[in-house]
């Protein structure tokens, strides 16, 4: 199917909830939150008092910031109905870059 044919049969239904796209978004969201969460552990161990059970350095964030990023750009594509895509010059751009280096 091309990508104007699929574009055109989701035109009637504006926001076709697939199970591919409801999962990225709740795996998104799930990101987002215990990105978030880590930061707060973080920053309360760091400012407020320091617990036993963390083992941390000061303000060591760790994983967390990946975890947001993460969490937003699966959001994003599946909000957005986008796939991420590597382009069509993909291998052309790839060889560029083995050759220059």
Known sequence: ??????????ASNPIPWTFSRMGRMVLGVVAIF????IGAWVLYNSWVE????YSGGF??????PMMIGCGV??????YTGETP?????WEE????DVDHS
Do not use: C, K, Y
């Open 1 to 10: 199917m091309s990508r104007e044919h699929e574009q055109l049969s989701n």
């Open 34 to 37: 215990f990105g978030l969460a």
């Open 50 to 53: 320091r617990l036993p059970e």
């Open 59 to 64: 303000l060591t964030f760790g994983i967390s």
């Open 73 to 78: 750009f699966w959001v994003r594509t599946a």
């Open 85 to 89: 895509t590597l382009g069509d010059d």
């Open 93 to 96: 751009d790839w060889q560029e």
